[in-house]
Nanobody, 124 residues
Framework: QVQLVESGGGLVQAGGSLRLSCAAS????????MGWFRQAPGKEREFVAA????????HYAGSVNGRFTISRDNAKNTVYLQMNSLKPEDTAVYYC?????????????????WGQGTQVTVSS
């Protein structure tokens, strides 16, 4: 079992930045690929970014590529999502998720563990 706790969400103006953190506990963190997803009201949960166990393989959704950066610190059992140049359409609840194994995936149903989510609101 892996427990995931997100933090760092909040209200920010368009063009601003936020850094989300996701602290993991319960299993060997480096055995898991990690992903960030988001869900806006009335919409399906969508992939944002993923990172493999070593941090050397990254993948981003087209809508955030160039603005968001995913990273991880295996010594701290934490994955981060640095979000720059935020837009109102980035407003959503952001979730981190853990996937057993070394490969990264973009499908939400492929992930094994989820955090409770943190709200990000971008005002125009």
């Amino acid at each position: 079992q892996v427990q995931l706790v997100e933090s760092g969400g909040g209200l920010v103006q368009a063009g601003g930045s936020l850094r989300l953190s996701c602290a993991a506990s319960g299993r060997t963190f480096s055995n898991y690929a990690m992903g960030w997803f988001r869900q806006a009201p009335g919409k399906e949960r969508e992939f944002v970014a993923a990172i493999n166990w070593s941090g050397h393989v990254l993948h981003y959704a087209g809508s955030v590529n160039g603005r968001f950066t995913i990273s991880r610190d295996n010594a701290k059992n934490t994955v981060y999502l640095q979000m720059n140049s935020l837009k109102p359409e980035d407003t959503a609840v952001y979730y981190c998720a853990a996937l057993r194994g070394t490969a990264i995936r973009v499908g939400a149903n492929e992930y094994d563990y989820w955090g409770q989510g943190t709200q990000v609101t971008v005002s125009s």
